[in-house]
């Protein structure tokens, strides 16, 4: 009677061990030809630290091994060194550990122009105004300190502790103790009313903490009263995929896809909205342009697709990738491409990337040389395969997404000189000095009020052009001769200031008022035009 069971204990026995012995041996194999592959790889490097007739670095050798292999792959597809990898984590991650303080260097001298209210340096009595002349024992004014390296010195580990030494506006030294706690990095810049029923949202990307601020954001707005919104992707270029699909489920209903994903290796995911959306209704107008990118280009596709709301700007960046980072010995990570991600009516709008990295970033330069941001978009589309949206009308693939109301680059004001005059350390040194001289009485209960009874940008004006000589500030009285130049200009140095005032808040509230994108956003909503395009009639 035993026998059989015997004969049966055997047999199973003996398959297990097949099996067991089959995936070792596999192992065994397959790390033997990672092992192979590594060896040379090794060997090769030995040799030229060996016999090379000069002295070479280690950490070169290997980067440029590494880039070599990845060469050959598309040009998402990035190996991070070891001393850019945190930075690119906490712009993702939404937070880093530090003190809390915003600053700028003026005249070699760190300046503190914000304090993050709640955080550490804030808590530590550090106020907006205050000089940083010493981080522990490291002098840091007067010494040609670069952004990177005071950031180094006041980030570090969560609860450690940090001496800086602050000279207050009345010339008074203080050192003060700061315990380092965890500083938020926002990806939502402004949350603001155009008008009385329009809310306007800003995200520069996609990141762990994006949903979260764009919902408490949207929250704010519509306690407002706003009933429409603009939804500003402009110069955002991805991140989070997560992050990019929760925003498409506030504005999609019914079970709605978002996106999916695919790869030979990657098996179909499909992304769903799943929840009662926050603002499911309400017109919707999303801003795009060249640099809207990855996760921007699928929320905005998805809206596209299923005719939820209208996109307006220029064609995106065409980056249909999807990329997966993993971490390697040395403190190292490649972000490798698994997928390519699809909207809604089953089109991937990637570029093409056939002809080499250096051909796929010259193809988007070329936008810049052909007049393409200019005019109408007269660059055709990559793939003439027609895909459809909810309401039939017609959208391609292979090249970004192509906006539904296409919004020239602005240049009626914004030539060369101005951008110089606008972005210069000498203006933003004039506007420094009126805050620190007026700071009692730029009181301001709110925006608001500061955009109706600010009047004062001619002080300003005048203390930027003293700081020019010779031909710069030949060329700068000339662009200002034309008075909306100077109008513009009056604009921006409001704006800059109101940055100080209210934050990023402030900036947005009165630069929008010439922003031609978001001027056309509100043309569109408040006409027959909206309606119109999103039926396809």
Known sequence: ????????????????????????????????????????????????????????????????????ILKSLDPHTVYIPPEDLQEVNDDLDGGF???????SIMRDTIAVTGVIEDGPAAGAGVETGDQIIKVGDSMVAGVNITSDRIIHLLKGRQSSKVYVTVMRPAGALKQVSITRGIIPIYSIDAGIMLDS??????????????????????????????????????????????????????????????????GIHSQKTEYRASEKGAFEDGKLVVLVDESSASASEILSGAIQDWDRGVIAGRRTFGKGLVQEQYDLPGGSALRLTIAKYYTPSGRCIQRSFAKGRDAYMEDYEKRFESGELLGADTAGNADTTRFYTAHHRVVYGGGGITPDVYVPYDTSRFSVTMESMIFSENLKTAIWNYFMRNRSRLNFKDIAAFNHSFNDEAAIKDSYLDMLSGGKRKDALKELERPVNADY?????????ARILFHENGYYAISAKEDNAVNKALEIMNSGQYSKIISGK
């Open 197 to 262: 029923v329009t809310g306007f949202i800003k995200i520069n990307r996609f990141s762990a903490t994006t949903f979260t601020e764009f919902s408490k954001a949207l929250q704010k707005l519509k306690d407002k009263g706003a009933k429409q919104l603009v939804l500003d992707l402009r110069d955002n270029p991805g991140g989070y995929l997560d992050a990019a699909t929760s925003i498409a489920d506030a504005f999609l209903d019914d079970n709605k896809l978002v996106v999916y994903t695919q």
């Open 97 to 103: 550990s530090g003190i809390g303080v915003e600053f």
């Open 1 to 68: 009677m035993w026998t059989p069971l015997l004969f049966s204990l055997i047999l199973v026995c003996g398959m297990v061990l097949g099996f067991n012995l089959r995936d070792s041996l596999r192992n065994k194999r397959d790390i033997g030809t990672v092992i192979l592959r590594n060896d040379r790889l090794e060997e090769i490097i030995d040799l030229v630290n060996e016999k090379y007739v000069d002295t070479v670095n280690n950490n070169t050798l290997y980067k440029d091994a590494v880039s070599g």
């Open 489 to 497: 200009f009056n604009l921006q140095i409001k704006a800059q200031l």
